[in-house]
């Protein structure tokens, strides 16, 4: 499958006009999001995120590095039209309503009538933008409206390719949710979309792939999945002898007996085998062997601590 | 946007820009004509007033300035005036009525406790009436102005003459949409005659109100229905026959007509030929149309009179004026004058009383600002049953009258060519009939010549404030008095 | 397409500004009122009444133009609507030009608001239409044309509130091209360069003050017409030269 977004080496400097020293917003960066995928975007605030994606948009331009954009170097128009953008806390026209906040982006896209009007009702609809509100001025919309004609407006031009930054910060649970559900919708329909988000239970929840990234430097990157699994496995064992858990002791370097029960907290996968030998070897029962499983979250605290630490 | 698109952009630019330098030079001409007579536009202004000339807005500025001075003026403070008449002219010189009410303050509306102008002020008058008409070239308005101040208030009968000489020959008037597309209106012509029978120049005189008439004619004639219209020519015919008559009887021979076995007074207005009296007044339009034809072979030289016995010409030198005053000052500054003076009722003498070293100044530029040191008073008394006489009190307005200098000329003048019809039917316009035994003077340099009568005392301030009395002794030699104040003519304004 | 689409937005975004209507309904208030300071000669009421009417719409005009040219770039990135329009497929130099349109159609319809009042009130007082107005009010609106395209050039790197006094500042300057052509015969050569320089370099909006001639007729000038298409030509050439190094400013700016 060919790359939605390829990114190599992208650098981002500010000078800080204070005190003359260089910011390196975004540091020799270099990642790729497969089509189809949705990509989690990870790193805390001010980790580099949004300067990634406006760099990606064109907003504003790397200092080193470069990057396409499906297929085509970055603010390339064709590209453009098939890529759609919901910056962090979607900013609007205050008096416009939002049929015509929809219009407006729908003209950007060149869509022509009657297809416009049939795109915003459809988009209007699937963001579950209650129909009452088309007609009123932004100004009057909650918070979760707005996040929702955000949305939708991101998808005006049916995109090959989304950058969501934050699409879920300040939301209600139920928004939040609803959200979650939209993208995870979008996702199925075989767009791509780039995450940006600090929100890791959602991250974990809809992405197939994340990134992380700390003070603009890739800390690590892959499938979901594998970044969570654990590389230690946890063994439990009921009965056998004081020996055998000085065996098992010497083997996995603990073992823990509780009431005629034994844990092993930590074993490294090559000697379970060895250590279910023991086990069964001494006629005591293997209770469990469970992989061990980390949250999302764990593995960026983890990552962003040692970075932090180094 | 790439490298090459970002350099042929910064060539299109150069090119457009070196475009708009070309445009430039060819606006500014008329930018220039536009501007015409306007001062850089903040100069001389308050703060409160410069924004608005800077954003291009002088007009607006000048406009609510000159309002602002009309309150000044209901409210009587006419110093506070000159000052915005200047700048409302610098900033909008093409407002002829800034220029026109501005001038006409100037000129009248100074005055002393006794309501006698200060003449300090009328140079500036007519300067800034000049520049007005400098900025306006074309526009009759400021013209007129210039020569009825001359005739009105100053008595210059030469440079009124000047002033509608060129308005009505060299000026237009404008349309309602404010275009110099109209003709000046024909009250310029009347005043250009009346201001050649003041020069004694009755023939072109006459010859301006046979134009007028003409011109009036024909006006009538394209618009039959309007009375004013008509009005206007019946009053350049009555003129024109007036005058006629008045030369006829005053320089020539008084005639009585006899044509066709009639006594007639009347002179035809066209031809200048003798007809049935005020017969004019049934002339029907076939027959002035015709009239008017001959009139233009014949020229503007009306044909030989010879119906008639001549008589000898009225006005001859017989009339002895005995002109004479005595001036006193009964107290400090305040001045008496009895006189005499044998003449009709209501002529008018003038009486004049200025600094020795006083010269009608020339102004290069208007100013508003006079010689407060300067002392010039002006005014004129009329005759009755042969006397007249005066009381001028100068003691009240120091400011005017500072006597600082200290000797000053006290001078009595009378002057024809200023004075009213039945006098002129006496001496003429130009003073023939006149004789005086010691005071006739006559001002050989105009063209005709014109005999005046003028007595000049030269005073010291001692006797302005009565140390010593005014004698016949102190009465001072008026081809001295000529010399000197014509030698130095403007060197007190430099 | 793209360009209008923007332009439209921003005419009504601009519209729902309520300074604006404030300014245009002093304004027309004022021209409206005209008639009133009328107690001095016909002649002179006339004058004091056209003068002050395209005074009002000038500086009306001028308000509105400066308040829209300053802001209409800088607002959509301090809002960060432009994320949302640049992030589509808009040209920067669309956006731009969409903006500038936009602001100028505001200008449009202010002034245009304005002269219809003017020459209403002026066909109510003189009963004519003064058509000879709409050539001043018309010279108005391309002079603000020009000042919009300088304040959105300088929008493109300045902060409104430097913009405000850079746009104002320039335009008291190029009204005093009366000055400025004056000293381009200055015995100073440093003089003469520097009048030069100002003169010719800086927009030159002196050359749009036909006041003078609508409010005095007798004004001769060679011919008007020709001097109005020159003062368009200027204008229009002008503000492309401004537009063109605003797009170039634009492309690599930063949002």
Redesign the interface.
Known sequence: MAAAVSIQGLTKTYLDVWSKTEIRAVDNLTLEVEEGEIFGFLGRNGAGKTTTI?ML?????PTLGTATVLGKPIGD??A??Q???L?EE????E??TGWDTMD??A????IPEPKRSERIRQCLKDVFLDESAWRRPIRGYSKGMRQRIGIA?ALI?DPKLL?LDEPTSGLDPIAHAELREIIVNVGRQGKTVFLSSHQLPDVELTCSRVAIIHRGKLLTSGKTQELTAGDKVEITFSGGDAALAEKVKAVAGTCEAKNGTCRVPAVDPQKVNDIVDLIRGAKASVVSVVPHRRTLEEVFVDTVMKAGAN | MTASTRRNLIAAIVVLFALTVVLQVRIDPTVADMNQGRKTPFAGLSTEFILGPLLGMQQAVAGLLWVRADEFFHEGDYDAILPMVRIVTWLDPHNLDVYITGAWHLAYNFTDSSERSDRRYIPAAQKLLEEGDANNPGVYDIAFELGWQNTDKIKDYVRAHYWYKKCAEERKGMDERGELTQPVPMFVWHQLAHSLARLGRIDECIAVWRKALAMSTEIVRKDPKDYSKRNVRDSERHNLELTLKRKFSRYQHEIDWELDGKLTKGIDPITGEPRPRDSYLFLNQDEIQRKLEQFKIVGETPPPMAVGQPRPPAVVPKWETAFDVRPTFTADKVLELKGRFNVGDGARVTIRLHDEDWRPPQLKEFTFDIDQNVTLMQDQHSVRQGTWGRKIDMSKDPKMYSFKSPYYFLVFEFDPRGTSPFVHDRFGWSGEGMTDKKYLWEEKEKDPPNRILRKVYRISRAQVLRRTPITEADVFPTAKYVELQTQAQGTRSE | ??TL??AK?TL??ML?RKILLILLIVAVAMIALGPSVGFLSPRESSAVLRSLGLAVILLAGLLITVLTGIQVIPTEIE?????????????RYEFVLGKFLGGLFTVFVMIASMGIVFIGVLRYQEGRFATEMIQGVMMTFFQMTLLGALAIFFSTFATPVVNFFLSFGLFIVGNMSAVTESLLNNKNVATRLIAGAVHYAIPNFGNFNIQNKLIHPQVVIKDMNVFIMQNIAYALIYSAVLLLLAIIVFD?R??
């Open positions: 406006k948009l064109g907003l504003i331009f128009t064709d453009k039209a890529v759609s953008y910056p979607a900013y609007f026209y008096g416009m407006f982006y003209r950007l896209f060149r407006q031009n950058f | 397409m793209v689409a923007i937005q009504e975004d729902r809002r960060r609507t432009v994320y949302t329009v640049l992030s589509k497929p808009v040209q690599r930063e949002v």
